[in-house]
């Protein structure tokens, strides 16, 4: 496994199937937000969310307790979300944020 410390944040790669952390599943874009897909690929994932029936917003795996600012994502173009603890303290650090797009849960899986 492989940790990242910050002195806010602590990020841990590892087997997520076995991670004590939550972690995003999937998501599906929302209709009146930007995408992520690149545009070659957009038509593919459409019917990818099409076939699995997909709902807008993020699915969550509860394999674990814990809930972390830095939720890993196993599934698209987009590696981790952030909480808005996250990108409050970011803000508060003065660092610029060029783009941050809310996104609902849509659904949590597991215990």
Same mark, same amino acid.
């Given at each position: 496994?492989?940790?990242s410390r910050h002195?806010?944040?602590?990020?841990?790669?590892? %087997?997520?199937?076995?991670?004590r952390f939550a972690y995003a599943s999937g998501y599906a874009p929302l209709? %009146?937000?930007?995408?992520f897909v690149p545009p070659a690929m957009q038509e593919r994932n459409q019917r990818f969310i099409d076939v699995n029936g997909l709902k807008p917003g993020i699915q969550i795996s509860r394999e674990g307790s814990e809930w972390p600012d830095l939720l890993?994502?196993?599934?698209?173009y987009i590696s981790f979300f952030v909480s808005h603890h996250v990108v409050a303290d970011l803000k508060a650090g003065g660092f610029e944020i060029l783009d941050a797009t809310e996104f609902p849960i849509e659904s949590i899986e597991g215990p």
């Open positions: 496994m492989t940790v002195s806010l944040y602590q990020v841990e790669v590892g %087997d997520t199937y076995r991670s209709p %009146d937000r930007k995408g890993f994502n196993v599934c698209g």
